[in-house]
């Protein structure tokens, strides 16, 4: 997926709960056919902990004839995190990975100094209707990591431990919570649960990581009384702990955040920086065709935007 900034919506009146720093109602885009969610960045939130970019994808389901059809694009200075709940998608890159995401597994890309992939519709799956449904995350790399090799790393879900209390059901796909550990490595502090409350049940949020936020999947949460949808991102202050209490419906939701960047970082479409002058470079290495091509799909690739 891709970057670029616009207007953000509007959110509401204020909290009776003064620990939410923010609440984000994001935009929406068309892209292939299904909607898209941006809930970071936006000009009310740059990052939460190393989360520098947070897309909701669909749900949707692609018709027959319909697929997604990510063209081969490049990336610097981030990790790309790809995690589904429906559909699946075909990576490609540039060091030469070729597999299929399914639900529940992850896909983790360093960028480092720069990598090019695509993400497609397998071809077994072409012609039929599709269901899709998923995150697409981008983690901003430490300073004196921005310039590291590129690098991928794929987790099953079967290795991710599950979180299984009373009325809660998730997995911990990256960092520490609740005493469990995900299997998948971070350069930095970072968190990211998938989180299944049942109706009306309570879940204890602690402020074991400086920076936390919640994305609403489904259902809706209380927070202090005040109620939340779906669609909507809530960021807390730092050092609150904070009691989450599921709708009447139950709610799904996303948990993230970690150790704050106390670097600036730039960003410009599928570049993130702390230096302009390197944002500056990665547009002209890609018109002048100096980064890797993807093996298997060389014949297709988004040309450099305009500005």
């Known amino acids: 997926m891709s970057f670029f900034p616009g207007n953000d919506p509007v959110a509401g009146d204020a909290f009776a ?15 292939g056919g299904f909607a898209v969610r941006r809930a970071l960045p936006t000009r009310q939130r740059r990052l939460v902990g190393p989360f520098i970019f947070f897309d909701r994808m669909g749900p949707a389901i692609l018709k027959a004839g319909e697929a997604l ?8 200075g981030l990790s790309t995190v790809t995690y589904l709940f429906d559909g699946e998608i075909k990576h490609r890159d540039s060091l030469g990975t070729e597999l299929v995401i399914r639900p529940g597994d992850i896909n983790l890309m360093t960028a480092g100094r720069g990598i090019v992939h695509s993400e497609r519709t397998p071809e077994n799956l072409r012609g039929h209707p599709l269901s ?21 790393a794929h987790t099953a ?23 469990l550990t995900s299997p998948v490595s971070a350069f930095t502090d970072t968190l990211y649960v998938d989180l299944t409350l049942e109706p009306g049940v309570k879940f204890p949020f602690s402020a074991d990581h400086e920076e936390r ?7 809706s949460l209380d927070v202090a009384g005040d109620i939340f949808a779906a669609d909507q991102l809530l960021v807390f202050r730092p050092g609150d702990d904070i009691t989450l209490q599921a709708g009447s419906n139950g709610c799904h ?3 993230f955040g970690g150790a704050a960047l106390n670097e600036r970082r730039y960003i410009w479409w599928n570049f993130v920086s702390s230096s302009k ?10 018109r002048t065709g100096r980064f890797d091509i993807v093996p298997g799909d060389e014949e297709e690739f988004v040309p450099l935007p305009e500005g």
Not at 213 to 219: E, N, T
Not at 277 to 286: F, H, L, P, V, Y
Request: one cysteine or more; aromatic letters at 6%; charged letters at 25%.
């Open 17 to 31: 709960c003064d620990a939410i720093e923010n609440l984000i109602i994001p935009r929406t885009s068309d892209i």
């Open 69 to 76: 059809d990510v063209k081969p694009h490049p990336h610097i």
């Open 132 to 152: 899709m449904s998923g995150l697409q995350t981008w983690l901003a790399l430490p300073d004196h990591m921005e310039e590291i090799d590129p690098a991928f």
């Open 157 to 179: 879900k079967e290795e991710m431990p599950l979180i299984d209390i009373k009325g809660a059901s998730g997995r911990v796909v990256i960092g520490e919570f609740e005493g």
């Open 213 to 219: 936020a919640i994305y609403i999947l489904s259902g």
């Open 253 to 255: 939701i996303m948990i």
């Open 277 to 286: 002058e390197r944002i500056e470079q990665a547009k002209q290495e890609w």
